[in-house]
Nanobody, 124 residues
């Protein structure tokens, strides 16, 4: 059964960094647009960033631009989210999602595969 698995979450102080990873099981991400979403308690799920298939580029939500960087790993079958200068408002469960498409988006309803999520907590 196709699924996604996130890892790398944890507790970090404000201004710190974390790196999240998303790896598929049962399929290859090469032809999939992949996105990161997050959901804080009592809030709607919101888009963070996404990467399109080869040559399609990346997109970032305004609230993470300049701090987060999303990439595909060298082997091509995982995606990474480097998060720097983390703020308390970045605290949320972070989800990885994938859809068979060339160009990604930050709309969660467009994604077919989801991971279980990984908790990121930014607190002193």
């Amino acid at each position: 059964q196709a699924q996604l698995v996130e890892s790398g979450g944890g507790l970090v102080q404000p201004g710190g960094s974390l790196r999240l990873s998303c790896a598929p099981s049962g399929f290859h991400l090469e032809h999939y647009g992949v996105a990161w979403f997050r959901q804080a308690p009592g809030k709607k799920r919101e888009g963070v960033s996404c990467v399109s298939t080869s040559g399609g580029g990346t997109q970032y939500a305004d609230y993470v631009k300049g701090r987060f960087t999303m990439s595909r790993d060298n082997a091509g079958n995982a995606v990474l989210l480097e998060m720097n200068n983390l703020k308390p408002e970045d605290t949320a469960v972070y989800y990885c999602a994938a859809v068979l498409t060339f160009r990604c988006s930050l709309y969660p309803q467009e994604y077919d595969y989801w991971g279980q999520g990984t908790q990121v907590t930014v607190s002193s």
